[in-house]
C-alpha cells in the first residue's frame, strides 16, 4: 500500500470558509511536502515541512506534521474559488525517491 | 522561474509502436523524475536520473525506459506501448532529491 493517503478524497466547501486535508504515512521521513494540482495539469508545490518541525505558514497555508502519529494535515484558510484542485501530499519514505498520496480533491464553491 | 516542458500535450498511439515522450528542464537541475498519474493511485514513479546517464528505477519500470544524454533533458520510452499505458505521464525536476520537485504540464497518452 502506498506511503502517503489524504484524507478525505473529496471536500467541498463555500467560498470563505476554511479546508483542511489530512495525510498519513507509514515509515520516518526526513520531509514532507504538500502541492496542489489543476485539472489535467502538472503539480505545483506548496510547502515543505521538515522533520523536526511541527508548524509551517506560507500565505493562506498552514501545514502542521505530527511525527509521532505519522501524519500531516494542510489548512487553507478563507478559500477562494481559484483553491479548487487536487493536493496532494509527498513523503521521502526512501533516499531520491517521493512518495505521493492519491490526493485531496477540494471544490470551492463561489 | 524553473520551467519543465513537455514534448507533447496530448498524444494519441497504436499498441505495439515505440513511444517517446521528452521532458527539458532549463534550470540546471541534478535530478529528473517520470510519474505516471491514475485515478485513485496517485504519481507512481517510473524512473528517477540524479546525473546524466545515471538512471534508478522507481516503483513500475516494467514497460518502460529512459535516457539522459543530456543534463537539461530525460526522456521516458515505451518501447512497445500496451493499452494499460494509457495514462498522464508527468515529468519533474528538483535540485536535491528531497527538495520540491517543479513539474512539467504532463503529456495525457492513449494507446488504442
Known amino acids: 500500500s502506498q506511503q502517503g493517503e489524504e484524507d478525505p478524497q473529496a471536500l467541498s466547501i463555500q467560498e470563505g470558509e476554511n479546508a483542511t486535508m489530512n495525510c498519513s504515512y507509514k515509515t520516518s521521513i526526513n520531509n514532507l511536502q504538500w502541492y496542489r494540482q489543476n485539472s489535467g495539469r502538472g503539480l505545483v508545490h506548496l510547502i515543505l515541512?521538515?522533520?523536526?518541525?511541527r508548524e509551517k505558514h506560507s500565505g493562506r497555508l498552514r501545514v502542521t506534521l505530527d511525527t509521532s502519529k505519522k501524519s500531516s494535515s494542510l489548512l487553507i484558510t478563507a478559500s477562494r474559488a481559484a483553491d479548487t484542485a487536487s493536493y496532494f501530499c509527498a513523503t521521502d519514505a526512501h533516499f531520491n525517491k517521493f512518495y505521493f498520496g492519491s490526493g485531496t480533491k477540494l471544490n470551492v464553491k463561489p | 522561474d524553473v520551467k519543465v516542458t513537455q514534448s507533447s500535450r496530448y498524444l494519441v498511439k497504436r499498441t505495439g509502436e515505440k513511444v517517446f515522450l521528452e521532458c527539458v528542464q532549463d534550470m540546471d537541475h541534478e535530478n529528473m523524475f517520470w510519474y505516471r498519474q491514475d485515478p485513485g493511485l496517485g504519481l507512481r514513479l517510473i524512473y528517477f536520473s540524479y546525473d546524466v546517464k545515471m538512471k534508478e528505477k522507481g516503483d513500475i519500470p516494467e514497460g518502460y525506459s529512459v535516457s539522459r544524454e543530456k543534463k537539461e533533458r530525460f526522456s521516458l520510452i515505451l518501447e512497445s506501448a500496451s493499452t494499460n499505458q494509457t495514462s498522464m505521464y508527468l515529468c519533474?525536476?528538483?535540485?536535491?532529491?528531497?527538495?520540491?520537485?517543479?513539474f512539467g504540464p504532463g503529456t495525457r497518452l492513449t494507446v488504442t
Open positions: 515541512i521538515r522533520s523536526n518541525e
Open positions: 519533474a525536476s528538483s535540485l536535491s532529491p528531497t527538495y520540491e520537485q517543479y
